[in-house]
């Protein structure tokens, strides 16, 4: 498992950061400023040092040289809302090998990080297998898989859960799913609705990060 010190004075930004690689396999060890990141990568030997550049004590500039006299080779990335042609050029010439300006895509982050550690990017999914959180979902066969096991689906539960991965991290109206999924949104509907959405959450329920939860009065909203 890669092992990535992550060295962010920003709370939020951090935990979400972390999260999102620990989900993708990182091993993630975290420093809220330049100087318990210097400590913490002497402590722990990294594979890659993703840093903030404005950070209190020890810049991740200085933090960089610091690195970079105790290791020439461990891969370094630069955070920063600086993105001036001579702040970059400043991070190469202290021994940064990639820089990417906040506000950032987890996605971009993630493939640069695979990059300087010279891994292939994960295997494409065949068509209409979906990713959600440790699950696969075959949405052609119905099919939900997670470490060897395997859901079968019926025909409304898989098209129900395909309209939630389709709005994922948005409201899915109840509404609209009923008159798509069951073509009239009545009382008997919604209450036929409500027990497909238990089921979904039974299914999906042995990863913690995936959750189906109400918006009172509206609908529902699939969390990844």
Known sequence: MPSILLVEDEPALAMIVKDSLEVRGFEVRYAADGQEGLALFRQQCPDIVVAD???????????AEQIRRDNPAVPIIFLTARGQP??????FELGGNDYLKKPFSMDELIVRIRARLGQ???A??????????????????????RQGREEQLTHREAELLKCLYDQRNQ?????TVLRELWGDDNFFNGRSLDVFITRLRRYLKDDPQVQIVNVRGIGYKLML
Request: net charge positive; no cysteine.
């Open 171 to 175: 409201v899915l109206e109840r509404a």
């Open 120 to 122: 292939a990017a994960p």
């Open 86 to 91: 001579a702040d970059v050029v400043r991070g």
């Open 53 to 63: 550049v404005m950070m209190p004590k020890l810049d991740g500039f200085s933090l």
């Open 124 to 145: 494409a999914a065949p068509a209409g297998v979906l990713s959600i959180g440790q699950y696969r979902f075959d949405h052609p066969k119905q099919r939900l898989h």
